[in-house]
């Protein structure tokens, strides 16, 4: 078996859970590692979208902004950021990767700020477009570490929806029917979300990992599967080109 980092192992199942011929709205980091991974193995057709106007580029490296100029190469469009969140109004955007510093049993994402709003321990960058990405998007994934101040019903802020309070309250909110979080892949496990209640469910546990440790890393109650999976690690090809393709300098992979 192939010798691998808990980061690369997340990126290798974000990777696989992309289908060919769809279109992700992705940033840089773990989710731009994810997309390219997915683009060289699962998904050759996969068109990727960035914020600040790329559209559908062959990335010949890891760029270091959604501005960086590697994200229009071979592109088939260099529009703008009104243009891409146009695009997302419009359905056309399949999934979207978030990131934040808190995120509910709902899926709601918080990367605004701990504590008080008026006065908080620490302010975070805020929203960006991530708001706009997380309704208006199909399917919203999480790259994250898990740990109980992460994993929290607690939550400080709302700035990127997921289920609100459950289910039917996107759509209550004028959000698009159909639309929300999918899938929350941490160092832990695959989390996916129950049909009924839209809470968040443990689908797969990473090989050394027990149902235990994955509990005493969440503050609040996990849904499980019926039948829970370990999840597969990485394949010598994918460790391979996510190495020397696509992240030959370990700015991500070296996280781990």
Not at 103 to 118: A, F, H, K, V
Not at 168 to 193: C, D, H, Q, W
Request: include cysteine; charged fraction near 25%; glycine fraction near 10%.
């Amino acid at each position: 078996m192939a010798e691998y980092n808990r980061m690369e192992l997340m990126i290798c199942l974000a990777a696989r859970a992309i289908e060919d011929g769809s279109t992700a709205v992705v940033g840089t980091g773990a989710p731009c590692a994810a997309a390219m991974l997915a683009q060289r193995t699962v998904a050759p057709k996969l068109m990727i979208l960035f914020e600040a106007g790329g559209v559908g580029p062959i990335l010949p490296s890891m760029p270091i902004s959604v501005g960086d100029s590697r994200t229009f190469h071979k592109a088939i469009d260099a529009t703008s950021m009104p243009d891409i969140m146009e695009s997302c109004q419009r359905g056309m955007a399949d999934y979207t990767f978030l990131g934040g510093a808190q995120i509910d049993m709902y899926g709601n994402i918080n990367s605004t700020l701990i504590g008080d709003y008026e006065r908080p321990k620490v302010r975070f960058p805020g929203s960006g477009g991530a708001n706009d990405l997380a309704s208006l998007c199909w399917r919203t994934m999480m790259i994250t570490p898990q740990d109980k101040q992460r994993f929290t019903n607690d939550i400080d802020f709302i700035t990127s929806p997921g289920y609100l309070t459950g289910k039917g309250a996107r759509e209550a909110a004028g959000l698009p029917r159909g639309s929300g979080p999918y899938k929350i892949i941490t160092n832990l496990a695959v989390m996916g979300f129950d049909e009924e209640t839209k809470r968040m469910r443990v689908e797969a546990i990473h090989p050394g990992i027990t149902r235990e440790d994955v509990i005493e890393n969440t503050g609040f109650e996990l849904l499980w599967a019926p039948e829970l999976e370990k999840s597969n690690p990485p394949t010598q090809e994918e460790l391979d080109i996510l190495r020397n393709e696509v992240d030959p300098l370990r700015y991500i992979i070296g996280r781990a």
